[in-house]
């Protein structure tokens, strides 16, 4: 196992990275209305985040596009998406990832069945450009941008219909869909052996999860502009019973799930992905590195042993 996090597309990044004795580094280049950056921006970059990575010894380890409005209202393949889809696969190759994480949104105007089967279609498509860059590709359990193939209801259907396709599990997003506790568990122990790549993140919720509702309100917001203040105030009106503090002083029982991800024979990248508004600053870089001494203290390594 090796254990690395997400940073943003900024060179200093990977000296922070050699600094926190970390494995690797994830880059999650996303749409720009997905907290992303133009894919013309990104390549203008590319070749220091590239010396970055040299210099420092830190590795991508992934890179990725969630959030990722792939597929046309008719279930076609969207022809600007695709292209911003396979330059981020090409900038993948380039910074020598081995991993390549994406999402499908739903797209309203089709019925379910359409949906997966579009989705069947464009997976495809994603894998094997992937493999042509030299990466795996793994599908993301988050919400984020209307994702949906995130449960075993969906892997259940698309899995096997795409080869090479495994899963991208974060346990955290099990508390959207499984209460307070979480469905994470059962998730693992029947679904650990399709697990590509995990994330860590940790989590505290009481109650049913109103992530699902502040996705909507954030995509209204999108669409209306000039009524961002007010929603922006009834997000925030609204977390008073979800966080997502480090890894290690939250409500997932870590020991628990690692030791499914070992009755699979885990033996993939963990990724660390710091995700607060309350946990940023100096307290946010105490919490990562809580997180770090925690997971490691985890992570079984036989020449260790």
Not at 164 to 170: A, E, N, P, Q, R
Not at 232 to 261: C, E, T, V
């Amino acid at each position: 196992m090796r254990l690395g996090m997400i940073i943003q597309p900024k060179p200093e990044e990977f000296d922070h990275l050699k600094e926190l004795g970390l494995d690797f580094a994830e880059l999650d280049l996303n749409p720009v209305n997905f907290f992303g950056k133009p894919v013309d921006e990104l390549r203008s970059i590319l070749p220091q985040l590239k010396e970055a990575s040299a210099r420092t010894g830190i590795p991508v380890g992934a890179v990725g596009r969630w959030a990722s409005h792939v597929l046309n209202e008719d279930g076609s393949v969207n022809d600007e998406e695709w292209a911003n889809v396979q330059a981020v696969i090409d900038m993948g190759k380039e910074l020598g990832a081995k991993r390549y994480l994406c999402s499908v949104a739903y797209v309203p105007t089709l019925s379910y069945y359409k949906n997966i089967t579009a989705a069947i279609a464009v997976l495809k498509k994603i894998v094997a450009a992937a493999k042509d860059a030299g990466m795996e590709t793994s599908i993301v359990n988050c919400m984020m941008g209307g994702n949906y193939i995130r449960t075993p209801e969906q892997w259940k259907l698309i899995l096997d219909e795409v080869p090479g396709l495994t899963i991208k599990y974060d346990p955290s997003h099990s508390f959207v869909h499984g209460g307070d506790k979480g469905a994470y568990l059962q998730e693992a122990f029947q679904w650990g052996s399709r697990f590509g790549y995990v994330h860590i993140k940790g989590v505290v919720q009481l109650g049913e999860s109103d992530e699902p509702m502040t996705w909507k309100m954030r995509d209204y917001m999108e669409s209306h502009p000039e009524m961002k203040d007010e929603i922006m105030k009834q997000m925030m009106q609204g977390d008073h019973y979800y966080d997502n503090p480090p890894a290690g002083i939250d409500s997932i029982n870590w020991r628990a799930f690692f030791g499914i991800l070992y009755k699979h024979g885990y033996d993939g990248d963990l990724s660390i992905e710091p995700h607060s508004r309350t946990w940023f600053g100096e307290k946010g870089d105490w919490g990562v590195k809580y997180t770090i001494r925690y997971i490691r203290d985890l992570m079984y390594t036989p020449d260790q042993a």
